[in-house]
């Protein structure tokens, strides 16, 4: 059943706005906040955790992007499932997961947030995280162009943040452009690749942006076009920043001592520059705001599209007529996601959030192989992968969730 008495989502997003909204939530996840718990993992290789996550990754963007042409929907993976393999049950879990996917990381993210917060503040996370996390509920909740406005500014703040780190890195960090190939490993040692092994599994979680690309398809303009290339361009950029400014981290700050860091950027910041980390702290605590409020943004479209399709209740599909943001969807992600950020610790957050978006792609790659092996056709105008690429999406996906 389809709910056609809400008044539609307002198409408003082009190319620009949806680059910069998938470069905010992927790196502000991403590098701000896990950077410490990679080095604790793989220690002086953590830059080769964040290639291999991309890599594995990669196949599956291409498949995002040719499945965003077939079905421009919000809760588009639950869409593409049901597509493939006519089910509407596993479409729902499938829904159900990216939206617990979006919270979970923005229970993580808010968590994440607390060690920069206190660089300013000094007060308990049980009083920093929550008023993050409403705060940025309800900035969602006024709008998805004014939400991906702020968002995009606050992107644009924090690329700019990654970038004086690079460049006081391989400018003025001493010896750190000689040590670049430290960074490699020079052995095979099951011990050494176990440990990069594991921090690429919380390195995947900094791969989410795609994933939360897809489900503002409804408000993106021309999507079958918009999306492939959003798609593409965030994953390109977000892996070199992420090789890059590990790799200054790793080099700048012993492994163990940014693992054990509140704020990991910030002391990084002081080794390579020579000043106070108060500046990159402030960048650190608007990136990680600006991907707070798009995981709350995915995992209400997500719940609104589920309710729209029929999968789940349809007050969840109610949008407020003001403001066109599903409303009562968008309140239940926010009350989740304050429930679990003050219940679990980060590493253990983000660690759930990297195995559910494996699974997620494992289905979503699934779904793509079912609807060229049923030879459904593509609009003329989608982006069209062969059929190894989703093949090999779903065999390096299902791999990744052993590590």
């Known amino acids: 059943m389809t709910i056609s008495t809400q008044p539609p989502l307002r198409r408003a997003l082009g190319l620009p706005l949806l680059l910069l909204y998938g470069l905010g939530v992927t790196i502000g996840g991403g590098i701000y906040v896990l950077v410490g718990a990679t080095a604790q ?49 596993l479409a729902m879990v499938t829904g159900l997961l990216v939206a617990v996917a979006g919270i979970i990381a923005s229970a993580a993210i808010s968590v994440g947030s607390a060690g920069y917060f206190r660089q300013f503040i000094d007060l308990p996370d049980v009083v920093l995280v929550p008023a993050v996390i409403v705060f940025i509920g309800a900035v969602a909740a006024w709008g998805i162009l004014e939400s ?175 403001t066109q943001t599903p409303i009562v969807a968008t309140v239940l992600i926010i009350a989740i996601s304050l429930l679990l950020a003050l219940t679990f610790p980060l590493q253990h957050l983000a660690e759930a959030t990297s195995r559910i978006i494996l699974i997620v792609s494992c289905l979503v790659n699934a779904a793509l192989v079912c609807l060229k092996w049923k030879r459904i056709p593509a609009p003329d105008n989608a982006f069209i992968v062969p059929v190894w690429v989703p093949v090999l999406g779903f065999v390096v996906s299902s791999l990744a969730l052993f590590f």
């Open 41 to 89: 993992h793989a220690g002086i290789h953590a830059p080769v955790a964040f290639l291999f996550a991309a890599l594995v990754m990669a196949p599956t963007a291409a498949t995002f992007a040719e499945l965003a042409g077939r079905l421009p929907v919000s809760a588009g993976e639950a869409a593409y499932v049901r597509a493939g393999f006519n089910s509407k049950p």
């Open 148 to 322: 991906v406005l702020l968002a995009s500014i606050l992107t644009l703040i924090e690329l700019f943040g990654l970038l004086v780190i690079i460049f006081a890195g391989l400018f003025f960090g001493g010896d750190i452009v000689a040590r670049l190939p430290e960074v490699v490993p020079a052995s095979f040692d099951p011990a050494l690749w176990t440990g990069i092994f594991s921090a690429g599994l919380l390195a995947f979680f900094a791969f989410i942006g795609f994933g939360d690309l897809v489900n503002v398809a409804e408000e993106t303009h021309a999507p079958e076009k918009t999306l492939p290339r959003a798609i593409f361009l965030t994953l390109a950029v977000t892996t070199v920043l992420y090789v890059l400014v590990a790799s200054i981290a790793v080099l700048a700050v012993p492994p163990q001592e940014l693992a054990q860091a509140g704020a990991p950027l910030g002391i990084v910041y002081t080794k390579v520059a020579g000043v106070p980390a108060h500046v990159i702290s402030a960048i650190a605590i608007i990136a990680i705001l600006n991907t707070v409020i798009i995981q709350i943004i995915m995992a209400s479209r997500v719940c609104y599209g589920m309710a729209t399709q029929g999968i789940l209740p349809s007050v969840l599909a109610k949008v407020h007529p003001r």
